[in-house]
């Protein structure tokens, strides 16, 4: 009898946070500034200087550990992490261990099959490691010449989130990222960016059979730097494990790194346990006591949460999940489309601003919120196309006129004569003589070819210059041809 087996995903997020400053330290976070050019005695670990936690940091965590679903505590304790490791100065790092800042809670999240939630184990505030250099060789440890220190990295503030391993797929560890990156990035926590490593993902996997409860063996796959790594490395992993145990193997606990040109997965290190790093409180900080009035004024000032406001578009505007996924993103798209929203259908309002206002913007490298299309202009433009005072090619070209050259939109149909002809005795005649013109095409109309009603309308249109408006025009053909 052969077995199913069902992986068991947990994933740990490690994102820089956006302060100004470093976490014990003074010094200015940089990024791509010269080697060594941020850095003070604490954050190089001379003897004698003292860290001092930064308030920013703690505020950002307060807000992430409320995004997440999580309890805030009322007292948490900073702990060294003991190890060696050339990115560490002082051979240990200033982390959260048994007192974290943000206790267990559980984090909702949209999908297109509806709301997700996920459990949150903890969230906790530490230090990164400075950056090693290797060089020669491409930047490869194994075959460097040699390996320097940069220490501007050292002392960036993190906020490490580690989930519950409830995930069974890398599609959907990596579906779950996507929302808590937003969420993140939304509430200006962290800038999100995997590629430059100022939000870091691993993965603990283990599979067992399906149906049973316990947990077997897990490996950490650390470091995937963008959504369709984390998924693919996953995936690698859980086929990896699954023949090792269908090949009569062992899982080995280990950390593993996936090489996401070749689809391998290498071997890093035997995986470390808790009690290696002899973890205890920090003595040169006191505990962290956030004052309750203090996070009552830092939740009270958040903005609105992202999924909270695609609920809201869902449910009152009824925009589809896919709709407000997309202009939920990112949070100025947001605000340009509730403001035409507040003053156009909201159903057009999304698909105007999704559609082509976006298609021609990108097209001159421009967003909609830093365009010349006020949301003003914009719910004018589709007012006319809605009412028929324009067909919708000539919206679409009132559209291209104020994006190059601004202006509002009914000059601009007054200036370049697009207004739809209304006169239905001129559109009669028009059609009238399209089907006289056209007399083959007609009479197979008149057979049952209805699809020529389309040849109709496209002759109209260029006649006119796109100023007749389509669906008139079909009726009245449908009207002319049957009669005549
Ligand atoms: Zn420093």
């Not at 004052?291 to 009552?296: N, Y």
């Amino acid at each position: 009898m052969s077995t199913t087996w069902e992986a068991v995903i947990g994933i740990e997020i490690h994102a820089q946070l956006l302060t100004r400053t470093k976490m014990f330290c003074g010094c200015e976070l940089s990024f791509g500034d010269p080697p060594n050019t941020h850095t003070c005695p604490v954050c190089l670990a001379h003897p004698g200087a003292l860290p001092v936690i930064n308030r920013e940091a703690i505020r950002l965590a307060i807000i992430a550990g409320h995004a997440l679903g999580c309890e805030i505590s009322e007292r948490s304790v900073f702990a060294r992490k003991n190890y060696f490791y050339p990115d560490l100065p002082k051979a240990y790092q200033i982390s959260q261990y048994d007192q974290p800042i943000c206790g267990p809670g559980r984090f909702r999240y949209l999908t297109p099959d509806g709301e997700q939630t996920l459990g949150i184990t903890r969230a906790h505030l530490e230090e990164d490691a400075a950056k090693l250099i290797h060089l020669g060789a491409e930047g490869r440890r194994a075959e460097a010449e040699g390996s320097v220190v940069d220490f501007n990295r050292g002392g960036t503030p993190l906020l490490e989130i580690v989930t519950e391993p409830e995930l069974h797929t890398g599609a959907a560890a990596a579906a779950f990222l996507k929302q808590l990156r937003q969420t993140l990035v939304h509430l200006g926590i962290t800038d999100g960016s995997m590629e430059q490593g100022s939000m870091r993902a691993d993965a603990n996997i283990s599979i067992r059979p399906a149906g049973t409860v316990g947990l077997g063996t897990k490996t950490e796959l650390k470091n995937m730097n963008s959504f369709t790594f984390l998924e693919r490395g996953i995936t690698a992993e859980i086929a990896r494990q699954t023949a090792l145990v269908e090949g009569g193997g062992r899982v080995a606990q280990e950390t593993l790194h996936f090489e996401p040109t070749t689809g391998r997965i290498t071997s890093l290190r035997s995986k470390e346990q808790a009690h290696d790093y002899r973890y205890f409180p920090e003595p040169d900080l006191l505990p962290v006591v956030p004052d309750r009035a203090w996070v009552a004024e830092i939740l009270a000032a958040l903005p609105e949460l992202p999924i909270t406001r695609r609920e809201r578009w869902m449910r009152d505007l009824r925009l589809t999940f896919e709709d407000a996924e997309v202009l939920a993103d990112p949070p100025e798209l947001g605000d340009y489309f509730e403001q035409v929203a507040a003053l156009a259908p909201p159903k057009s309002a999304a698909n105007w601003v999704r559609g082509d206002l976006r298609a021609q913007l990108r097209e001159r490298d421009q967003e909609p919120w830093q365009s010349g299309v006020t949301p003003d202009a914009l719910a004018d433009i589709i007012a006319m196309a809605e009412s028929r005072e324009i067909s919708m090619p000539s919206a679409k070209a009132v559209l291209t006129h104020v994006i190059d050259h601004g202006g509002a939109p009914r000059d601009v149909v007054a200036k370049l004569g697009l207004g739809a002809i209304q006169d239905e005795s001129e559109l009669m005649t028009l059609v009238d003589r399209l089907i006289a013109d056209n007399p083959v095409q007609a009479q197979q109309m008149r057979e049952g070819r209805d699809k020529l009603v389309g040849f109709f309308v496209g002759q109209a249109m260029k006649a006119t210059q796109g100023r007749a408006d389509p669906a008139r025009i079909g009726e009245l053909v449908r009207e002319r041809v049957s009669a005549g």
